[in-house]
Each structure stands twice: as structure tokens, then as C-alpha cells.
């Protein structure tokens, strides 16, 4: 291969590694996009692979930065059923969680101990609506101790979120912030960005 090509790649690679990887604190759905979809119309590029950019921007175009967000239905402990858009807040923060997950647990403990993000939730400027997505309610049932009274914790009856992909969800935990009307603020935030924002209001 010659010179270019190896540049390609590894300018390639990096822009997936730094923008698109789920565990990156620097990703970025939009910017990603952006790339992808040179990459999904370029004559260098394999036909599987450009099908494969393709699809990822359709995916990074759902619930983009500056649109409504999918509502979707979701039921509580109770087995009360709610919706996203039901949820009357100032802000929302979207927190896609798994039981078990340490991450998770990370979040849930700056959300609870933080002072400036717990009063923003304490008088009801940031709701929190803490939802999972897979089948095992079993275990989403005995960690329901860790999640605050407070929150809005609820599971997808459906299954639509991630059988439908509504939302792109490609890792837990995930966390999305919506305005009063449900309009996205920040998509699949790092945390430490959604933190940091928050912390200046």
C-alpha cells in the first residue's frame, strides 16, 4: 500500500476511534456523521464498508442536537405507565442505565451527591428519567433500592426503544438532555460534559 493509502486508514481509524467509539469522552454523533458520509460515497472505499458508513448515518441522523426527540412509553415500578413527553421539567435528562453497571452507579452517585446538579433536581429544574431498555426485569426489579425515589425510573414494556431503535443506544450508560419541549441539548453526552454544563447554570 502505498503512502496515502496508510494515511487514509489511519486517519480513518482515528476519526472512529475519537468520535465514534462509545467509550471515547471526546464522541460525537454529529461529527462523526459528517466523515461517515464522505466515507459511505467514496470510490476508495468497499461496497460493504460504505454500506456499513451508510447505515451508521442514518442512525447518528436520529435524535440529532436541535430536533424533538422520539417519545416513547414507558411503565414504572407500579406498573403505572408513563411517556417522555409526559414528563413536565424545565430539563430531562434521558439516562439509558443497566442494573449492575458500575458506570451507572458512578452517575447515579454524582446526580445524588453533587450539589449544584442534586438542587437543580431537588426544586425541579432537571427531571431524571431513568430507564432500561432490555427483557430481565427481574434484576432491573432488585436494584430498585440504588435509584432515588425522586427520579422517574421505568422500563420499556415495548421493547421498541432498542427493537425499533428509537434511539441509538450503542452503549450503557447513556445519557441524553432535553429541553421543555423535549428538544435535544446534548446526544450520547460524555458525561464530564453533561456535568460540567449543568454545573454552570
Not at 462509545?22 to 458520509?37: G, I, V
Not at 407500579?78 to 449492575?100: D, E
Request: glycine share 4%.
Amino acid at each position: 500500500k502505498d503512502t496515502a493509502s496508510s494515511m487514509f486508514e489511519t486517519f480513518t481509524d482515528l476519526v472512529v476511534k475519537y468520535l465514534y467509539d462509545p467509550n471515547s469522552p471526546l464522541r460525537n454523533e454529529d461529527h462523526y456523521a459528517f466523515y461517515a458520509a464522505r466515507l459511505a460515497d467514496s470510490d476508495v472505499v468497499e461496497k460493504v464498508m460504505q454500506e456499513k458508513y451508510a447505515r451508521e448515518v442514518r442512525l447518528a441522523a436520529m435524535n440529532k442536537v436541535g430536533t424533538k426527540a422520539a417519545d416513547f412509553r414507558f411503565s414504572d415500578k407500579r406498573g403505572r405507565m408513563h411517556t417522555l413527553y409526559g414528563i413536565r421539567s424545565s430539563l430531562t435528562l434521558l439516562f439509558f442505565s443497566n442494573p449492575g453497571c458500575t458506570a451507572c452507579k458512578d452517575i447515579i452517585d454524582v446526580l445524588n451527591n453533587d450539589p449544584v446538579i442534586s438542587g437543580l433536581i431537588a426544586e425541579g429544574t432537571l427531571t431524571v428519567l431513568n430507564i432500561y431498555i432490555d427483557e430481565d426485569l427481574e434484576a432491573w426489579r432488585s436494584y430498585m433500592s440504588i435509584y432515588p425515589e425522586a427520579w422517574y425510573n421505568g422500563f420499556d414494556p415495548d421493547l421498541v426503544i432498542r427493537g425499533e431503535t428509537l434511539y441509538n443506544v450503542r452503549a450503557i450508560p447513556s445519557l441524553y438532555l432535553l429541553d421543555r419541549d423535549k428538544t435535544v441539548i446534548m446526544k450520547d453526552a460524555p458525561e464530564t460534559r453533561l456535568f460540567d454544563w449543568l454545573e454552570r447554570l
